[in-house]
Nanobody
Framework: VQLQASGGGLVQAGGSLRLSCAASGRTFSRYPMGWFRQAPGKEREFVAAISWSGGSAYYANSVKGRFTITRDNAKNTAYLQMNSLKPEDTAVYYC?????????????????????WGKGTLVTVSS
């Protein structure tokens, strides 16, 4: 069972990037998928989540209106389109599935009985 994130890189402020999170090893269509990020010297924070069907999406206030999360269950892949990037968006972005997104989804702790994380992908936004 693996989550593989990709798409990070260096971009100027105001630019765009699209992150991908590909799941392998089992079907993730039953779980919400999403992203957290961790900036240097800061705690990991929630960024965005999408329900198993793709019908509901949730965002941190800091990215609302600039980031869009989508998923393609046929490909077991989630995407994070990041527009109007700011230097404060610089961080390592981690994709996740299941219980780490429970709070965003409004369900009780350990509701999904699964906790998956991918290795991070670095996003650097220059001013």
């Amino acid at each position: 069972v693996q989550l593989q994130a990709s798409g990070g890189g260096l971009v100027q402020a105001g630019g765009s990037l699209r992150l991908s999170c590909a799941a392998s090893g089992r079907t993730f269509s039953r779980y919400p998928m999403g992203w957290f990020r961790q900036a240097p010297g800061k705690e990991r924070e929630f960024v965005a989540a999408i329900s198993w069907s793709g019908g509901s999406a949730y965002y941190a206030n800091s990215v609302k209106g600039r980031f869009t999360i989508t998923r393609d269950n046929a490909k077991n892949t989630a995407y994070l389109q990041m527009n109007s990037l700011k230097p404060e968006d610089t961080a390592v972005y981690y994709c996740t599935a299941g219980d780490p997104l429970g709070q965003a989804m409004g369900v009780p702790q350990s509701w999904y009985g699964a906790d998956y994380w991918g290795k991070g992908t670095l996003v650097t936004v220059s001013s």
